[in-house]
T-cell receptor, first 112, second 115 residues
C-alpha cells in the first residue's frame, strides 16, 4: 500500500524561527512529490520535486527531495504569522490518471 | 494555472436528504476531475476519479451508490451525496487534472454539514 508520512504532525514556533517539515514516502511508481499549503480552504500549490538533490526555492520557502532515502523536506526561514497553515505533502504516481496520495499534513502555528 | 470553482461553498442539510455539489473548470477543458474528502484535522482522501463521458472510478471503501458522480461535460462534474448522514459531514474538494500530467488544480471546497 502506498504511504506518505509527514512529521511532525504539529509544530508551534515563534516569528522569526526557521522550521523544517518532513515527508517520507513508500510508494510504487513514483513520479513526483508535491508540497501544498492549506489554510482554511483548498490546498495551494508550493513546489513540485522530481529530481534528487535539486533545491526548489520560493522566497523564504525551499524544498529538496532525496529519492534514495525516499523523503523530502520543506524549510521555512524567518517564519511569519501568515505562514500558519497545514502543510501537505503529496506523491504523484505514474498511473493512467494524475492521482495524488497525500500525507496527513503538518499543522504549523507561528506565534507573534 | 486553471481556475476551478465549486458550488455551493457551504451547505447544511437534514439527515436523509441528498445534496449536489458542482465542480466547474472555468478556463480549461478537464477530461479528468478528482473528488476528495477531508475530515477535520485529517488529510485529503481521494474518493473518486471522474472522467468525462464515462463512469467514475471509486477508491476502495467509497460507496458509489451513495456518492454519485456525473461528469457530463468537459467543464462540469457533480458529486451528489445521497441520503446524507451526519457522518458524511466533511469538506469536499474537487480538482482537475491539468495540461501537464502532474498538475492538479483544486477548487475552493464545499463544507457539508448534515444535521
Amino acid at each position: 500500500e502506498d504511504k506518505v508520512v509527514q512529521s511532525p504532525l504539529s509544530l508551534v514556533v515563534h516569528e522569526g524561527d526557521t522550521v523544517t517539515l518532513n515527508c517520507s514516502y513508500e510508494v510504487t511508481n513514483f513520479r513526483s512529490l508535491l508540497w501544498y499549503k492549506q489554510e482554511k480552504k483548498a490546498p495551494t500549490f508550493l513546489f513540485m520535486l522530481t529530481s534528487s538533490g535539486i533545491e526548489k526555492k520560493s522566497g523564504r520557502l525551499s524544498s529538496i527531495l532525496d529519492k534514495k532515502e525516499l523523503f523530502s523536506i520543506l524549510n521555512i526561514t524567518a517564519t511569519q504569522t501568515g505562514d500558519s497553515a497545514v502543510y501537505l505533502c503529496a506523491v504523484h504516481l505514474l498511473s493512467g490518471y494524475s492521482t495524488l496520495t497525500f500525507g496527513k499534513g503538518t499543522m504549523l502555528l507561528v506565534s507573534p | 494555472g486553471a481556475v476551478v470553482s465549486q458550488h455551493p461553498s457551504w451547505v447544511i442539510c437534514k439527515s436523509g436528504t441528498s445534496v449536489k455539489i458542482e465542480c466547474r473548470s472555468l478556463d480549461f477543458q478537464a477530461t479528468t476531475m478528482f473528488w476528495y474528502r477531508q475530515f477535520p484535522k485529517q488529510s485529503l482522501m481521494l474518493m473518486a476519479t471522474s472522467n468525462e463521458g464515462s463512469k467514475a472510478t471509486y477508491e476502495q471503501g467509497v460507496e458509489k451508490d451513495k456518492f454519485l458522480i456525473n461528469h457530463a461535460s468537459l467543464t462540469l462534474s457533480t458529486l451528489t451525496v445521497t441520503s446524507a448522514h451526519p457522518e458524511d459531514s466533511s469538506f469536499y474538494i474537487c480538482s482537475t487534472s491539468g495540461r501537464v500530467a502532474y498538475e492538479q488544480y483544486f477548487g475552493p471546497g464545499t463544507r457539508l454539514t448534515v444535521t
